[in-house]
């Protein structure tokens, strides 16, 4: 007797996927094969020979051991990160005070599902990163935005008064932001850490965190959170090596913070989640860590020039609006029709993202040339 569920016609399967997500297209910008990518502020200068070598070389040695599980607590990483905190921005801390996972959003994704979740409240201010209400859905926590000023800056009054009507365990602060390239000043950073110490979160203060994913862009005399962490005890300060190491590929982020928060961090974290290879790679790309933040400097200097001369530009008969930025992308606009913008860019080989509040577009900072490509194309798309 034939099954009467055997049918030539496939039928449509129905899954049971929670009800927030449904309709929810996953998170990603275009990846498309144009000769001038700027969407996804990745370092335009790849590893010398030399780091690849030295990488290939550590990559090789792991791999005669990957019959193994990797040290899950990874205690070399995390002093030889230790070690670059210091040299970079001054402050020492100690390996136990380092947390690393694969990319600076398994990082959030990890301090999140430790101090955020069900009946609790993480707080951020946009326009930023696009992540973060991401990070809450997935830790069924509950999101609140607050604002930015016009120029995108925080205020503090503002940012504190969020933080005592919400009570949010986690308050993220982003600095450099994204998408603006804002730079928080410390001022700020202390209210808000201040503020989130009087959070009652059963019984315990608020955490804040600030991600300085584009830390080393920051121009001169801008410091880094880092700076506050012996003063504030409830203080995260998230990086990535994706930026200005030049490793987007490996997916290495990290951060700084009390041992008993890293330790809390530990009890969320998936078995042996940092791979052998991972790790290799991570410590390889540390050892020349001189020579792959060598082109920060010149990132900088380009990204100024390029502030300056969207600055000097016209649309419509009226200046370009462009964000101050510390960061290795800039933010400007406004177009009535970004999205012609855009795609008049892409025609022409050149890929920005289409991002930020209504009218704005980001331009990742590349090469010489393809800065000059990306002022051509512009140029004859917008009429400038």
């Not at 016609?9 to 009800?19: D, F, H, K, S």
């Not at 101090?115 to 990070?135: D, K, L, N, Q």
């Not at 406004?334 to 022409?348: K, N, S, V």
């Amino acid at each position: 007797m034939a099954n009467p569920r055997n049918t030539d016609t496939p039928r449509a399967l129905r899954l049971p996927v929670r009800p927030e997500l449904a309709g929810i297209e996953p998170y990603g910008a275009p990846q498309l094969d144009v000769p001038v990518l700027l969407n996804v502020n990745e370092n335009p200068y790849g590893p010398s020979q030399a780091v690849v070598a030295s990488i290939a070389s550590a990559v090789a040695d792991a791999a005669a051991g990957l019959n193994r599980y990797p040290d899950r607590d990874f205690l070399g990483l995390r002093g030889d990160l230790a070690d670059y905190l210091a040299r970079e921005s001054g402050v020492r801390v100690e390996a136990e005070q380092v947390w690393a996972a694969n990319g600076s959003n398994e990082v959030m994704l990890h301090l999140l599902q430790a101090f955020a979740g069900p009946g609790r409240t993480v707080v951020s201010f946009a326009p930023t990163y696009s992540m973060y209400p991401e990070y809450a859905r997935d830790t069924h926590s509950e999101y609140v935005v607050g604002r930015r000023e016009a120029d995108f800056t925080l205020d503090p009054g503002h940012a504190t008064a969020v933080v005592a009507e919400h009570q949010p365990s986690v308050t993220i602060l982003t600095s450099p932001n994204n998408p603006t390239g804002t730079a928080l000043s410390v001022d700020t950073i202390v209210a808000v850490c201040e503020a989130a110490l009087e959070v009652d979160v059963d019984g315990a203060p608020g955490i804040v965190v600030v991600d300085e994913a584009y830390g080393e862009f920051r121009r001169e005399g801008v410091p880094s959170a880092l700076e506050l962490l012996e003063r504030f005890p409830n203080l995260v300060v998230s990086r990535t090596m994706s930026k200005a190491f030049a490793l987007a590929g490996a997916r290495l982020g990290y951060l700084a913070a009390r041992r008993e928060i890293v330790d809390a961090l530990r009890v969320v974290r998936l078995p042996y989640h940092l791979s052998a290879v991972t790790q290799a790679t991570a410590r390889a790309a540390l050892s020349h860590a001189d020579e792959l933040l060598g082109q920060v400097a010149a990132l900088r200097a380009e990204r100024d020039r390029t502030v300056e001369w969207l600055r000097a530009q016209t649309h419509d008969g009226r200046p370009l609006d462009v964000a101050d930025s510390d960061s290795n992308f800039v933010l400007f606009g406004r177009f009535a029709d970004r999205h012609a913008i855009w795609q008049g860019l892409l025609d022409r080989g050149v890929l920005i993202r289409e991002t930020g509040p209504e009218g704005w577009l980001r331009v990742s900072i590349g090469t010489r040339e393809e800065m000059v490509a990306f002022k051509d194309a512009l140029v004859e798309v917008a009429g400038l």
